[in-house]
T-cell receptor, first 111, second 113 residues
Framework: DVKVTQSSRYLVKRTGEKVFLECVQD?????MFWYRQDPGLGLRLIYF???????EKGDIPEGYSVSREKKERFSLILESASTNQTSMYLC??????????FGQGTRLTVV | DQQVKQNSPSLSVQEGRISILNCDYT??????FLWYKKYPAEGPTFLIS?????DKNEDGRFTVFLNKSAKHLSLHIVPSQPGDSAVYFC????????????FGQGTRLTINP
């Protein structure tokens, strides 16, 4: 059974903290993605990676960075958390011309 | 620029009837389209996809139709069941590069008994 695992289901962080969201996939996929989901806005792409150490900005990269040191792991970093980063964060991976598999999501609240 | 649009935020359908969810796109370079279902506090789960070389794909109760000239796709669910109540997202990707998925805003489907 294919799997994308996100390190936390729920997180509460304080404004200004550095936050790490971890994602691991066991399907040997080259492509990995970080999205955030907000009501009425759908899923918006933050960053994606098509290979180890390779990354590209998505549609809303401001305030975020990513790291991909190993093929199976893709981390999202909030450099200095702000309240407008309170959201549901979703990690996904996919191969070419197939569906993307999503993790269970991390509900992040910044207070 | 919203390249994939789902213009209906919500849809209510009676159990046993057909549910039709719609999606429009603007980028003619998209060649692969998908539908996902999402329950609250969970990640999206894949339902069905279609390549641009087809105009229909069927999987059990789910059928996706693609009209390339109108840049429109739709998801039909027949018959609708209470467990189908969820938010549905359509997504599209281009053939090049990492093939990032571009998502619509979602449609909340409610199946009434």
């Amino acid at each position: 059974d294919v799997k994308v695992t996100q390190s936390s289901r729920y997180l509460v962080k304080r404004t200004g903290e550095k936050v790490f969201l971890e994602c691991v996939q066991d399907m040997d996929h080259e492509n990995m993605f970080w999205y955030r989901q907000d009501p009425g806005l759908g899923l918006r792409l933050i960053y994606f990676s098509y290979d180890v150490k390779m990354k590209e900005k998505g549609d809303i990269p401001e305030g975020y960075s990513v790291s991909r040191e190993k093929k199976e792991r893709f981390s999202l970093i909030l450099e200095s958390a702000s309240t407008n980063q309170t959201s549901m964060y979703l990690c996904a991976s996919r191969m070419v011309n197939t569906e993307a598999f999503f993790g269970q999501g991390t509900r992040l609240t910044v207070v | 620029d919203q390249q994939v649009k789902q213009n209906s935020p919500s849809l209510s359908v009676q159990e046993g009837r057909i549910s039709i969810l719609n999606c429009d796109y603007t980028n003619s370079m998209f060649d692969y389209f998908l539908w996902y279902k999402k329950y609250p506090a969970e990640g999206p789960t894949f339902l069905i996809s279609i390549s641009s070389i087809k105009d229909k794909n069927e999987d059990g109760r789910f059928t996706v139709f693609l009209n390339k000239s109108a840049k429109h796709l739709s998801l039909h669910i027949v018959p609708s069941q209470p467990g189908d109540s969820a938010v549905y997202f359509c997504a599209a990707s281009r053939p090049q590069g990492a093939q990032k998925l571009v998502f619509g805003q979602g449609t909340r489907l409610t199946i009434n008994p």
